[in-house]
């Protein structure tokens, strides 16, 4: 298998070349050639098999220059029972992503249950393992260096703690996360996790590993890597839980079921696109937004319009507080029918602050092809969502869960499952839930107390030159 570049001027490389990089040389998102095909013969396979199992049936497609021993290892030693243990009361803990049925035909998919509480920990925690694998096989190391605001930063840290070869510099804006966030990164004291809070806002944080990530000498010199959203291998770790939540809620592989997806970078839903495209029988993507609606206005008008970061609104579903959708690129490249060409032409005004239309030249009228619809959400909803859901089903769900399930409201269809994916657990918006229900969510108990553990951080000023002193003083 070997992977392409959207922007089409890039050499083909393999999964594990690709696995440590970021953008392709040519500024594109690396996507396989061709998407691996499951037949009806293998679906029937796949449907009895546990997380385990599915996970390297799918990934030996895409990481085929990894020996299947050495992946079948590195899979059974992440989807385990004890990295993913947040499971609710009564959930079987060894299925690792189990279903809630809130009513017939109604489902929400827990992929909440890892160790920072959002669904990044699926992928990331993967990602980990897989780092130190090829790091190891090729006797390199690495230095990420990334901006958080939140959870992709704590996903990235709990996947990296204790791995060799890796670390992990993390910018953060001083004193804007949560006190939970904040604590459960703060707290780790594994020697190659360094914390830095920047005295200033999260743009501030992640203009200095832009700008960082620009001086290719630096870049070079310290091996600074990336762990962020168009990560191909954190995509491809997610394209197994639309298998599993599709099992889950079916009996046979002739029916369908559709699928809503809070969404921010389109990292998430774009695994499901590509689980789709592999054949799995998906009836509809629907994309949920919150305040900051600019993949709901592609997939109600067919334009694609970034904003600026002075116009992201801050909301209460934060994760999802993003002007400009990373993955989207992939999915575009598919819906132009693979054209480089056009996609350079695209990505050409996005890159430049502009937008496109994609009605022009008839590609918007495809979309319905490939399942997309979307929905957005506001506070509004999701408080309000948070309330009915907790009084007709009994169940407590986080915002950004709330905004999928309130879109996914609008989009059912008779006699087609809908599952809504849930994204993070209550327990780390508490704020929000308080609000909501006047009463904070609970906790799991490994993590009582956790804001009262001793922290590990630097407090550093917006200077890219101190910063790169930092991670050049500890690398
Ligand atoms: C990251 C995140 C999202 C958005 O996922 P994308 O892949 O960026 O679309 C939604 N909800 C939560 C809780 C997240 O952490």
């Known amino acids: 298998m070997k992977y392409i570049s959207t922007r089409g001027n890039s050499p083909s490389q393999t999964f594990s070349e690709i696995l440590l990089g970021g953008l392709a040389p040519d500024g594109g998102l690396y996507l396989p050639e061709s998407y691996p095909q499951f037949s009806a013969t293998d679906l029937a396979a796949m449907r ?6 599915l996970a390297f049936t799918i990934l030996s497609r895409f990481a085929d220059d990894i020996p299947a021993a050495d992946l079948r290892d590195i899979v059974n030693r992440t989807y385990t029972a004890e990295v993913y243990c947040h499971t609710r ?19 929400l998919l827990s992929l909440s249950n890892g160790p920072t509480l959002a669904f990044k920990d699926m992928a990331m925690q993967l990602l980990g393992n897989l780092f130190e694998y090829v790091l ?39 004193q804007k996360m949560s006190r939970f966030q904040t604590a459960q990164m703060f707290s780790l004291q594994d020697p190659n996790i360094f914390n830095i809070a920047v005295k200033g806002v999260f743009d ?14 630096f870049k070079a010199q310290y091996k600074i890597g990336a762990v962020n959203s168009i990560n191909w291998g954190r995509i491809a770790a997610q394209v ?16 369908k079921v559709s699928f809503t997806v809070p969404s921010g970078n389109f990292g998430n839903v774009c695994a499901g696109h590509i ?34 970061s002075a116009q992201t609104y801050h909301t209460s579903s934060p994760s999802m507080d993003i002007s400009k959708a990373s993955n989207f690129e992939r999915f575009v490249f598919d819906l132009v029918g693979r054209d480089s060409a056009k996609m350079r032409e695209l990505w050409g005004k996005v890159d430049s602050g502009g937008a496109f239309d994609l009605n022009e030249g008839g590609y918007f009228a495809k979309v319905g092809d490939y399942g997309f619809v979307s929905g957005a959400s506001n506070h509004a909803y999701r408080m309000q969502t948070i309330r009915d859901t907790h009084a007709k089903y009994g169940v407590t769900i986080d915002t950004h869960t709330a905004d999928g399930l309130k879109v996914a409201l609008e989009h059912r269809e008779a006699s087609v499952p809908m599952v809504v994916l849930e994204t993070a657990l209550p327990a780390k918006f508490e704020d929000a839930i308080q609000e ?40």
């Open 89 to 107: 009361e009564g959930q079987n803990a060894d299925d690792i992503t189990p279903t809630v049925k809130l009513e017939d035909g109604l489902f």
């Open 240 to 255: 197994v839980y639309y298998f599993k939540g599709y099992f889950a809620v079916t009996r046979s592989n002739d029916e």
């Open 48 to 53: 009895a098999m546990n997380y385990r199992e």
């Open 136 to 174: 190891a096989k090729t006797g390199r190391e690495i230095n990420i260096l990334g901006a958080t605001s939140g959870d992709t930063g704590s996903a990235a840290e709990y996947a990296m703690r204790g791995k060799k070869g890796i670390k992990v510099f993390m910018l953060s804006p001083h």
């Open 204 to 217: 501030d944080a992640q203009d200095i590993v832009k700008a960082v990530s620009n001086d290719h000498a």
């Open 436 to 475: 909501a229900l006047g009463r904070a969510p609970e906790r799991p108990a490994d993590l009582a107390g956790l804001e009262n553990l001793p922290q590990r951080f630097e407090v550093m000023d917006v200077d890219m030159d101190a910063i790169k002193q930092f991670v050049a003083a500890h690398s």
């Open 275 to 308: 689980a789709r495209m592999m054949g799995l029988p998906v009836s509809k993507l629907v994309v949920a937004t919150n305040e900051n609606d600019v993949l709901d206005e592609f997939f109600r008008t067919g334009v694609y319009r970034p904003r600026g």
